[in-house]
């Protein structure tokens, strides 16, 4: 008696299994006659089932439907008719997924040569949801492409070795990892940023965004101690990052930091300008501005457009001839020949100070807050009343 029952059993379990691979056999003629919801609900029914024998089969018919279902969305852009761009991206990322699940239960492998093929196109698409989601501001959508785009080899095992996966063509790794630092940036996610942080700082193009992206995030997180090792590893390829961590320094009155900062790029390298740019402005904040001028020249001579560099060159001069006439007015009994001897000194580093501001005029034309009453200033001191006469049109 219990040999019939287990044989009853046997053939209810496997008639159920039969009829839950119909369903999926069924489900793929709906897809052909484009009944989309019929046929979902069939796969539904042996997707869940626990039934279904050939699951490799279901998950493959799961993956056309939900391809079915995003082309229909694109070919709507392609008519230039309005896409619905929520469910382009649901459905994508559902497809790919039911893909490799087809693929983990594919022993066979009776569907791997058109779904690899189906996977290598479809990683594209993939940078169309991240532009969708990034213009309508969903940052958290157009992180989420952009880091399944760079995280494709990984996670589709059908195309992990592929050399056009691992080498895109169409688009480059560093400008996605740049576009996904930005998104998680612009979605306040701070702790993204860094996820894709190295590939995105080799986009040359966006590089020093990139930089100031890692320091803003954090600052936004709080943590200073991370923001200063930033700093001083991206300083030596940015002036203001170098200048905002020299600033942070005076801010807290360590001017050992300073000077242990400023020596360390000169150590590294004694040709770069900032390196040079740093040492001097932390011989300028001890007022040391004689031995901070040639720090400051050597910048400019690096660069012939570095505009600060001339600027503080400049001020170094009149700060040195503004220091001898101040020592002129507290010694007492002082002859006239001696006087002369001072003032001339004093003009003689005005003088100096004018080529480095005529530069800054130069560069930043429409700028002139910033040099004509500086050079006003120096014509006054060497007494040219035509050119001290002409800074005063440009500060009106």
Known sequence: MNKYVLSIALLVASTGAFAQNRLVKKAQGLIKNNQIEEAQT????????????????????QGDLYQRLFADE????????????????????????????????????EYAGKNKENLMKFRT????????DFQNQNFAGAYKAYDAWLTYPQNHKLVADEPKVLNDSVFDKNQVAYYACLAAYQGKDFDKVATHLEEALKYDKEAKTVRQLHLMTLLEKGDTAQWIDASKKYAAADEVIAQNLLAYYTEKKNDAASLEF???????????????????????????????????????EIDPTFTDAYYNAGVCCCNTGYGINEAIGKTKNMKKAEYDKEIEKVKSWYKKAEPF????????????Q??????????YITGEKAKEAEMDTYLK
Request: proline share 4%; aromatic share 12%.
């Open 125 to 132: 698409f993939l940078m169309y949801v991240g532009q969708f």
């Open 370 to 379: 910033r040099w004509a009453s500086r050079l006003k200033t120096v014509y």
């Open 74 to 109: 694109l070919n709507k852009a392609a008519a230039h008719q309005p896409l619905d761009t929520a469910k382009f991206a649901k459905n994508l990322y559902a497809c790919l997924d039911a893909y490799e699940k087809c693929n983990e239960y594919d022993e066979k492998k």
């Open 357 to 368: 501001f005529l530069k800054v005029k130069e560069l930043e034309p429409d700028n002139p």
């Open 262 to 300: 400023a020596n360390s790029l000169l150590a590294a390298d004694p040709n770069n300008k900032i390196a040079n740019y740093s040492k001097g402005v932390v011989l300028f904040g001890q007022e040391k501005f004689e031995e901070a001028l040639p720090f400051f020249e050597k910048s400019t």
């Open 42 to 61: 069939l796969l539904t029914e042996a997707l869940n089932s626990g039934e279904t024998k050939d699951m490799a089969l279901a998950w493959d018919v």
